[in-house]
């Protein structure tokens, strides 16, 4: 089982496997399961994940067999690219940072989304969209 809300490394590793599953029935194409995060996810997964800086052993992480690729906040992905480069190889060989990529929407953020609905109780939330915060509710998405 896996959780859709889950933050877990491991959890987002069995959605990947579970959709890459649900989506092998209708296709002979070969699937491949990937986890997709932003900059900012990925960072805090990093920062939270380190256990110890002279072992650098990065709990979750280091138990993963799928791929992830990284999509930079900004166009200039220098910060991100130097924090693969410290994670240790065996972990950062399974780690793609999205070349070229540059967030279309750059004051958009989960974070910032989460923050404005975990503040609200309502109907709504201080910058998100009605429509968006309807499928939030409604799916229970983003619940402690």
């Not at 130097?82 to 929407?105: F, K, L």
Request: aromatic residues 6%; proline residues 6%.
């Amino acid at each position: 089982g896996y959780s859709r809300n889950s933050q877990r490394w491991a959890d987002r590793e069995a959605l990947a496997h579970a959709l890459v599953g649900d989506m092998a029935a209708a296709t002979t194409d070969v699937l491949v399961p990937v986890i997709l995060c932003g900059e900012d996810s990925f960072m805090k997964a990093l920062k939270g994940s380190t256990r110890d800086k002279t072992t650098r052993h990065f709990i979750g992480l280091a138990e993963l067999d799928t791929s992830i690729i990284v999509f930079p906040r900004s166009p200039s992905a220098e910060a991100l690219k130097n924090a693969v480069d410290e994670v240790p190889p065996r972990i950062r060989r399974r780690v793609s940072v999205a070349e070229g990529y540059s967030d279309p929407h750059p004051g958009l953020s989960s974070s910032r989304i989460r923050a404005a609905i975990a503040e609200s109780s309502g109907l709504e939330a201080p910058g998100v969209d009605h429509s968006l915060l309807a499928f939030i509710r409604e799916r229970k998405l983003y619940q402690q």
